[in-house]
């Protein structure tokens, strides 16, 4: 349960710690204009996983543990061992902050004549072995005027090794920009540990991609307790990793999906249709004998895919979606599901758009087959292979040999042979698909 924070004092003020510090914020920060004590010009070592991803950043933060660069004093890096606790609201608007820096981003990613990639917000940052929790309020507003430049936006992020909590409400609003990319609780470093027992909002009409809660490395866990809803366009995937974190959803996630095509100019990512999930994987090839935990929704996710003549006919929606990205090796990694909640997707507008419960592989650039596993899988009973949309994939070997399926409502009669489905192009262009296991699975009736 959230604090009161009715009549906390103002400030404008960001506040700061070093390596080590300990910080406990119980005011209401608003920042708005950026200044020498809120604004830092930010290099990041191995921060982020994406190519053009990490490097140096102009960034504006409202709480935040950083220690000058030990090559460049005018530089900072996010600071170790910190402790940052929010106890108040930290609001950051960012518009006058691309104002006074949009000179000064790339244009592209071998523009060596700008120094920065992108302009930054956080509300909280810091770095390795940080602990970072809210239990008030931290919003970004999006009012930039410019929509053109690149903008990046955090709520809470650290590295290695550290642990984010959200025990109160995350907020993301405004109109934003089809170069706007919207993060909530991301740790970009190996071995998070990210939880959210509180709420999130992200209410914002233009965005290129969405993670809410999100690692792009190895090892740790994300378990979202709480409420998580998103209105918006772009790319959303909701809660995600890249390889063998843990990954559980147990609260809720709402995803109103406002689907429009994107033209992506970020030089780290590829050009897709859109998309939206509650759960997923978007994973390079780990090594030999990587053990990947299976990804478990235990609680209640909705996503409404809203098409448009924006959206194009490719516009699709998933609760829990796994996509391989291409490497030298092969993926080798055995991925696993289970579902003991609620997944509802459904779809609207001009266009009959493809939606499932479990999406494989739907927009991996080629050919790109992994050895997957239902464990567990609850529905909702109807003609799965009229609906085809409980399981949809392009190219994956499916393990159906130990899978329970509880299905509430509907006739019973079911076959396994119906629960997934490659989809028509896949099929065309050869991909590769098996379903091994169907004679052994069980189905169970649910009340």
Known sequence: MIKNLDNLEQSTEAIRCGEGGYLVNKKHIIIRKPS??????????????????????????GMAAIVPDKNDPDIMNVAENATLVNDGIIEIYVNEMVE??????????????????????????????CLIVNNGILRIHLDQVDEKVPVYVFTTSSGEKATVINNGVLELVGKGSFESQLRCMTIHSHTPMIINNGQ????????????VLATTKTGGAICNFGEINVTSSGKIMTIGRMADTHLMNEGKVNLDF?????????????????????????????????????VINDGDINVELEGSEASTDRAVAFGIYTEMI???DPHTALHRYVNTGNINVTSSGPYDLLTAELGINYQAPKDLPFDAKILRW??????????????????????FTDAVFGIKGGDGNYKAEDFIVQTDD???????YSVTGAETVKIETLD
């Open 258 to 294: 406002k689907a429009q095509w994107v033209k992506q100019n970020v030089s780290f990512l590829f050009q897709s249709d859109p998309l939206a999930c509650a759960l997923y994987e978007h994973c390079p090839p780990g090594p030999e004998g990587f053990i990947m935990p299976p």
């Open 36 to 61: 020498k004590d809120n604004v830092m010009d930010l290099q990041e070592y191995d921060a982020e996983v994406a190519q053009g991803m990490s490097g140096r950043n102009i960034c504006i933060y």
């Open 326 to 328: 291409p490497g030298n």
């Open 200 to 211: 999130i909002n992200i209410d914002v009409e233009k965005s290129s991609t969405i993670r």
């Open 426 to 432: 896949a099929k065309e262009q050869g991909q590769t």
């Open 100 to 129: 006074a820096y949009k000179d000064q981003i790339k244009a592209n990613k071998d523009d060596e004549s700008k120094p920065y990639n992108f302009i930054r917000a956080y509300t909280m940052v810091g770095g390795r072995n």
């Open 378 to 399: 609850n529905t909702v009973g109807r003609d799965f292979a009229k609906t085809k949309d409980l399981i949809v994939a392009k190219s994956v070997n499916m393990d």
